[in-house]
Structure formats: C-alpha cells, structure tokens
C-alpha cells in the first residue's frame, strides 16, 4: 500500500525566521534572499503582512 505524506505547511501568518523550512517556503514565496527576509522580520516583525509591506517600501 503506497501511503502519501503531507508535507508539513508553514504557518501563514507569521515567519518563523528559525524555522529553515519555513524561511525556505517564505523566500520563494516573497522571491527575496535570505539576508533580506531576516532584516525585514527584524525590522516589521513575523507578522506576514507586515513583513510584505517592509520589503515593498522603497529604500531611502
């Protein structure tokens, strides 16, 4: 009997940045690098929206 397993999904609601599974998912996900996914958590938070909005700000 062939038995499929799911992987498991990340939480999408946060970005659990010590997680290198979700960090995986999330920088295919917002097509960033890894260095540019942990400074927008570091700066906006885990929250997903908020961590979206800080990569699509404009750099000064």
């Known amino acids: ?3 499929k397993f ?4 990340a939480d999408n ?3 659990d940045i010590d997680d290198e599974y979700a960090v995986e998912l999330w920088m ?3 097509n960033v690098s890894h260095a ?3 400074a927008a958590v ?6 997903v929206l908020d961590v979206k909005r800080q990569l699509t700000k404009p750099k000064t």
């Open 42 to 47: 570091r700066i906006a938070g885990t929250g």
């Open 6 to 9: 799911n992987k498991p999904i």
């Open 13 to 15: 609601r946060s970005i």
């Open 28 to 30: 295919k996900e917002l």
């Open 36 to 38: 540019r996914l942990k």
């Open 1 to 3: 009997m062939n038995r």
